[in-house]
């Protein structure tokens, strides 16, 4: 059974930072990519960034030049370093895995966490 376990998120004031991370447990071959999504009250979810294997990144322009994603392949574990936030960012946060390959024969499947809570405050 695979997991994704999300933490870091909490209450901070605008111009504060936080990091928020995530592990994937279970039985994991390989996760090709992560990635970190959001979903405030009444919009529907959103990319934040992702990251492949191979640290290609991938940012909404909302975001860019303010949060860095990063990766450990060894720990299966992804990490949202958040700087500059605004109360825009107040969201929740969600850990996505995609194309997770429990054994190398097996299919690619897309596995999400959670989410835990930003809110930043003006």
């Known amino acids: 059974q695979v997991q994704l376990v999300e933490s870091g998120g909490g209450l901070v004031q605008a111009g504060g930072s936080l990091t928020l991370s995530c592990a994937a447990s279970?039985?994991?071959?390989?996760?090709?990519?992560m990635g970190w999504y959001r979903q405030a009250p009444g919009k529907q979810r959103e990319l934040v960034a992702t990251i492949a294997r191979g640290d290609t990144t991938n940012y909404a322009d909302s975001v860019k030049g303010r949060f860095t994603i990063s990766r450990d392949n060894a720990n299966n574990t992804v990490y949202l370093q958040m700087n500059s936030l605004k109360p825009e960012d107040t969201a929740v946060y969600y850990c996505?895995?995609?194309?997770?390959?429990?054994?190398?024969?097996?299919?690619?499947?897309?596995?999400w966490g959670q989410g835990t809570q930003v809110t930043v405050s003006s």
């Open positions: 279970g039985m994991i071959f390989r996760i090709n990519v």
């Open positions: 996505n895995a995609d194309g997770l390959r429990v054994t190398p024969i097996s299919a690619p499947r897309d596995y």
